[in-house]
């Protein structure tokens, strides 16, 4: 009974495709391969009418063999392992695919020249300063994709879950305007297919994994877009997903394994408890249902102990890298897929590109959790990690906290100070990804409940903390969801990124004094930031927050440059003592306030401007 269930669900998502009349291939993925990489053993899932029950063959080709070939259940799938010499010369490969009393099949695939640029990928690091993009909210830079009449969902500006509109060309267009505030690279929420009826603008519910969305544009444009990008100095990170992929994928209608998926007898969500994973108490069951259960019906868990899925995933990741040249990875739900695979898969890439990065996504509060994926982390069930960053849930959270707290008997930024302090946990703190907001939570701006004050200290902090700041579009323009937690509100249209828009944050033309305050902060802040070195790698030093005031003050150092960051909630102008900070000052303080041009010579107390943020670089 609990198998035919089973089935039923397996059954559920469609009528499998072994009824088509003519034998043929129709996918063959990746679609190439490159010639000189470390990673030369390639899998090709071969998918085509009963392609399974066809005899593979190479015809030969100095320097490629094939060395395996593996059939699934599904008579609809080959998988062949090539192995690509590194002396091969570039050019087609014919594949042969024979059956007595049948047509032969005869397949060309590319093996291509590779770029030698990519072999010295420069991944993102402290030296940058990251812009999320969603990209159907951002710029609508060709209206004649905004609808495909081949893809379910139609373009329509009026629903706030719908789809927009805004595309890669958008992007494109704006590289000088993102660069002109100070960002030094772009982080785009997924841009591949998304073929879902619904609600398929955010992109986590990829149909397939080697094809940008039509609606943001092609392979090509988000190529050129990285050259582009490259081009002015500036870096592009590609969002990722491991985990799931969407209901209406092609291969949900016809999966080469039953194990493909993460299946149950009936729909299990996953339970979102992260403590499992080192819970020497946790039961199997939850453990199971933690990795294995579905985020959502129409987002099916993806199987990585499957081992095709597992090659299939990695190769995936390496063949985007290669073919458009990005500069680093966020991976969605980092934790969600089998952790095992996570390790290899991390592994494989930073194999293959030794100075690129990757930041994950661990949604977690607490840094004992977060820590425990971070590469060098000695955990106590023996798990390592290749991941170089992790997004600091911990420190955003506790930021807005002390924000938003009132001082009691204690100073209100004791969370942050703490926090900050727990990070000894961490193998590589200044490696993790710093922001005050993203995609999945309330603007900042919003957060603060629009208090203008606490939005510049929360900039301020965040670009001058240790690790890698990343600012949310419209932020700059003090973008809000005030009043709604609905994301399609949280990502709202980019003002001016569309023809007729009444409010252009480009132009400036309809922004309030404050939104244009904001924004010239925003510049002012990052492009400090861009050439301040001490700020991208020296050394941290904070004290603890006084119960007699409200400010906050750290140092950032290194053996020539010093800076130091006050933050003050006080609602009236205070004179800050510097006695307290003599082993870092040493000597009376001078030095100028870049925020603000104030200078001080020989101080032994400044003032502090209530509910301000002051950057010092001191002399």
């Not at 609600?199 to 969305?213: E, I």
């Not at 994928?249 to 729909?267: G, S």
């Not at 023996?382 to 600091?392: A, C, F, H, I, Q």
């Not at 003032?607 to 002399?619: G, Q, Y």
């Amino acid at each position: 009974m609990k198998m035919l269930r089973s089935l039923i669900f397996i059954l559920s998502f469609g009528m499998p495709l072994t009824f088509m009349a003519q034998s043929t291939i129709e996918r063959v993925e990746p679609p190439n391969w490159w010639v000189g990489m470390k990673y030369n053993e390639v899998q090709l899932l071969v998918y085509g009418k009963e392609i399974g029950t066809y005899e593979a063959s190479l015809k030969m080709h100095e320097g490629v063999t094939l060395k395996e070939v593996k059939r699934a259940p599904n008579r609809n799938y080959q998988f062949l392992t090539l192995t690509i010499a590194a002396d091969t010369k570039p050019g087609n490969i014919q594949l042969l695919f024979s059956r007595k009393g049948k047509k032969r099949i005869k397949y060309d695939y590319p093996i291509l020249q590779r770029n030698p640029a990519r072999k010295t990928i420069k991944g993102f690091d402290n030296s940058d300063a990251i812009y999320l993009i969603t990209p159907d909210r951002f710029v609508n830079g060709d209206p004649s994709n905004d609808t495909i009449e081949e893809l379910q969902e139609k373009a329509d500006r009026t629903l706030k879950g719908g789809r927009h509109g805004g595309d890669v060309a958008g992007i494109l267009k704006s590289l000088d305007y993102i660069k002109d505030l100070g960002f030094t690279a772009i982080w785009m929420n997924p841009i591949l297919e998304n073929d879902m009826k619904e609600y398929s603008y955010h992109g986590y519910s990829t149909t397939d994994f080697y094809k940008v969305d039509p609606r943001y544009g092609s392979n090509e444009s988000f190529r050129n877009l990285c050259q582009e990008a490259k081009n002015k100095d500036m870096k592009v990170i590609m969002d990722m997903i491991a985990n799931h992929c969407g209901l209406d994928h092609w291969w949900m209608q016809d999966l080469p394994f039953n194990d493909w998926i993460n299946q149950w007898p009936e729909y299990t969500q996953t339970n979102h408890k992260k403590t499992v994973i080192l819970d020497p108490y946790a039961a199997k069951i939850d453990r199971k249902q933690f990795f294995d259960g579905w985020f959502v019906p129409t987002m099916p868990d993806l199987n990585q102990r499957n081992a095709s899925m597992a090659t299939y995933l990695i190769q995936n990741t390496l063949w985007w890298i290669e073919y458009a040249g990005i500069s680093g990875i966020r991976m969605d739900t980092y934790p969600y897929p089998d952790m095992y695979f996570m390790r290899d898969w991390t592994k494989a890439v930073m194999n293959e590109y030794p100075d690129f990065n990757i930041v994950g996504e661990e949604w977690v509060t607490r840094p004992t959790i977060v820590s425990y994926w971070q590469q060098g982390k000695k955990n106590a069930n023996g798990y390592t990690s290749y991941l170089k960053s992790l997004m600091d849930f911990p420190l955003q959270n506790a930021l807005v906290t002390a924000l938003n707290k009132e001082k009691t008997w204690a100073s209100s930024w004791t969370d942050l100070y703490e926090t900050l302090a727990q990070d000894y946990l961490y193998p590589a703190p200044n490696d993790l990804v710093v922001f005050p907001d993203n995609h999945d939570m309330s603007r900042i701006y919003t957060q603060l409940n629009e208090d203008f004050d606490k939005y510049k200290m929360a900039l301020v902090y965040t670009a001058t903390i240790r690790g890698i700041p990343q600012f949310y579009y419209g932020t700059e323009v003090l973008m809000t969801n005030s009043g709604t937690e609905d994301h399609g509100v949280i990502r709202s249209d980019f003002p001016g990124g569309w023809q007729g828009d009444e409010i252009n944050a480009f132009s400036e033309e309809g922004l309030s004094d404050s939104q244009k305050e904001a924004k010239a902060f925003v510049k002012k802040l990052l492009n400090w930031r861009k050439t301040a070195s001490v700020i991208h790698t020296g050394k941290l030093l904070h004290f603890a927050p006084a119960n007699t005031n409200e400010v906050y003050v750290f140092f950032r150092y290194d053996d020539t440059d010093k800076v130091m960051v006050v933050l003050s909630k006080n609602d009236e102008d205070v004179s800050l003592d510097l006695k307290p900070y003599q082993e870092i000052l040493e000597t009376p303080l001078t030095g100028k306030d870049i925020l603000s041009g104030s200078s001080y010579v020989d101080q032994n107390a400044i003032l502090v401007k209530a509910n301000s943020a002051m950057i010092i670089e001191l002399r």
